[in-house]
């Protein structure tokens, strides 16, 4: 149980347009899920938290106007970069708290490597 | 502000051999703490969760250890195999449901055959 899954798992764009990452809580009701950018040989740096139904918290210095995020149900989170750039290229996770809260722990997506040319 | 260290940040053992991944954080108020595996280019496993209450959890060759008052964890690996070659990091929350995992850099494991 408790299985996030995310999609697509890698994706090559063209600079300037922009790609849209899907993560879904397979078999259970996620009020919050998280997104994180991993550059290489780098830790997770946490981008935002999406809460559903409600706007999206960002972590300082994540630019909100290009890291589009959209929790419409409990089971759907969507990351979409806009108008993508080299320097976005990057791994990008989401994670979703599979318990009443923080004391069950955290599942991740399996991740999205997305390269800009 | 809640920093995670995990030291070192690369080890090389040999097939057989135990080892210990140490994870330290600056903030001891936590509720619990992760530890996952992350193999190159795929997300991440979870393999223990220890919640603040405890002291360790073991899961077959894996046990880890959490004192908080110290801001410690440590991963015990038994017998280690080539297929434990991995990224394994350490992540900790500080607040009730709804806040992030802060993670740490990692350490990355090599087993050799």
């Known amino acids: 149980g408790a299985v996030v899954s995310q999609h697509p798992s890698r994706v090559i764009c063209k600079s300037g347009t922009s790609v849209k990452i899907e993560c879904r809580s397979l078999?259970?009701?996620?009020?919050?899920m998280f997104w994180y950018r991993q550059f290489p040989k780098q830790s997770l740096m946490l981008m935002a938290t999406?809460?559903?139904?409600?706007?999206?918290?960002?972590e300082q210095g994540v630019e909100k106007d290009k890291f589009l995020i959209n929790h419409a149900s409990l089971t759907l989170s969507t990351l979409t970069v806009t108008s993508a750039h080299p320097e976005d290229s990057s791994f990008y996770i989401c994670s979703a708290s599979y318990g009443t809260g923080s004391y069950d722990g955290y599942t991740f997506g399996s991740g999205t490597r997305l390269t800009v040319v | 502000k809640q920093e995670v260290t995990q030291i070192p940040a690369a080890l090389s053992v040999p097939e057989g051999e135990n080892l210990v991944l140490n994870c330290s954080f600056t903030?001891?108020?936590?509720?619990?703490l992760q530890w996952f595996r992350q193999d190159p280019g795929k997300g991440l496993t979870s393999l223990l969760l220890?919640?603040?209450?405890?002291r360790e959890q073991t899961s077959g060759r894996l046990n880890a250890s959490l004192d908080k008052s110290s801001g410690r964890s440590t991963l015990y690996i038994a017998a280690s195999q080539p297929g434990d070659s991995a990224t394994y990091l350490c992540a900790v929350i500080t607040s009730l449901a709804g806040t992030a995992l802060i993670f740490g850099k990692g350490t990355t494991l090599s087993v050799s055959s």
């Open positions: 220890i919640q603040s209450s405890q």
């Open positions: 078999d259970f009701q996620a009020t919050t």
């Open positions: 903030d001891s108020a936590i509720y619990n």
């Open positions: 999406s809460n559903e139904g409600s706007k999206a918290t960002y």
